[in-house]
C-alpha cells in the first residue's frame, strides 16, 4: 500500500512557470525524499529533507516539511521542457533499519510545455 | 549517469512461468532492494537485501524471492507468474554504512509483461 497521496496527479504548465506539487504521509519518518521519473524509468534522486528540517533548497528546487501535519511540497522554479517527468515523494521509517525500504508515493505527472 | 544495470530491459511471460531478474549494483553498495511498480502507481517495496540476506520484506508472497551475491549483483525471481505481476521491476543499491540516510540509487528497470 501508499505512503500518502500526492496531490495534484497531473499539473501542465508553461516553460518559465514554477510547479509545486504536494505529498502527505501517515507515518513518522526520519526523512523525506522527492524522486523523478522521466518515462517510465529508473528514480533518480533528487533532494532530502530530514524530520528535522523545515526548509531545503537545492538549484532550481525548493522543499518544506510540515512534520505536524505529515506533509511535504516541492517546488521547482522556472520550469522547463526538460522538467517534465512524474515525481515522487518517498518516506523512510523513523527507528527503522531497512534502509533499502522506501516508501512512496503515487507520484504527481508534471507537463511543462515549450 | 546511473551505477545500477538492470537486465533484461523488457521481457513477456505467460501466467504459471518463472522469471528471474537481474541488477548489477555499484561497487561498495552492499545493501539491494527491489521494487514493484504497477501502470500508474509509485514504487512498491518487495524486499532488501544486505550482505547477501534477507533483512526486510514488504507486503508480497513467497513467490517473490531473490538472491545477492559477493559481487554486488543480485537477482529477483517469481515463480508461478500471475497477470498482476506485470510492472516494471525497480534494483535499487545504496552503501548502508554511514550517515544512515536511505538515498537510493535506481536501476532502469525491467519492465515484465504476463500473459
Known amino acids: 500500500s501508499q505512503q500518502g497521496e500526492e496531490d495534484p496527479q497531473a499539473l501542465s504548465i508553461q516553460e518559465g512557470e514554477n510547479a509545486t506539487m504536494n505529498c502527505s504521509y501517515k507515518?513518522?519518518?526520519?526523512?523525506l525524499q522527492w524522486y523523478r521519473q522521466n518515462s517510465g524509468r529508473g528514480l533518480v534522486h533528487l533532494i532530502l529533507?530530514?524530520?528535522?528540517?523545515r526548509e531545503k533548497h537545492s538549484g532550481r528546487l525548493r522543499v518544506t516539511l510540515d512534520t505536524s501535519k505529515k506533509s511535504s511540497s516541492l517546488l521547482i522554479t522556472a520550469s522547463r521542457a526538460a522538467d517534465t517527468a512524474s515525481y515522487f515523494c518517498?518516506?523512510?521509517?523513523?527507528?527503522?533499519?531497512?534502509?533499502?525500504?522506501?516508501?512512496f508515493g503515487q507520484g504527481t505527472i508534471l507537463t511543462v510545455h515549450p | 549517469e546511473t551505477g545500477v544495470t538492470q537486465s533484461p530491459t523488457h521481457l513477456i511471460k505467460t501466467r504459471g512461468q518463472q522469471v528471474t531478474l537481474r541488477c548489477s549494483s555499484q561497487?561498495?553498495?552492499?545493501?539491494v532492494s527491489w521494487y514493484q511498480q504497477a501502470l500508474g502507481q509509485g514504487p512498491q517495496f518487495i524486499f532488501q537485501?544486505?550482505?547477501?540476506?534477507?533483512?526486510g520484506r514488504g507486503n508480497f508472497p513467497p513467490r517473490f524471492s531473490g538472491l545477492q551475491f559477493p559481487n554486488y549483483s543480485s537477482e529477483l525471481n517469481v515463480n508461478a507468474l500471475e497477470l498482476d505481476d506485470s510492472a516494471l521491476y525497480l534494483c535499487?543499491?545504496?552503501?548502508?554504512?554511514?550517515?544512515?540516510?536511505?538515498?537510493?540509487?535506481f536501476g532502469a528497470g525491467s519492465r515484465l509483461t504476463v500473459l
Open positions: 535499487a543499491s545504496r552503501f548502508r554504512e554511514g550517515s544512515g540516510a536511505n538515498v537510493l540509487t
Open positions: 537485501y544486505y550482505r547477501e540476506e534477507e533483512n
Open positions: 529533507i530530514r524530520s528535522n528540517e
Open positions: 561497487s561498495g553498495h552492499n545493501t
Open positions: 507515518t513518522s519518518i526520519n526523512n
Open positions: 518517498a518516506t523512510g521509517d523513523a527507528g527503522g533499519t531497512s534502509y533499502g525500504k522506501l516508501t
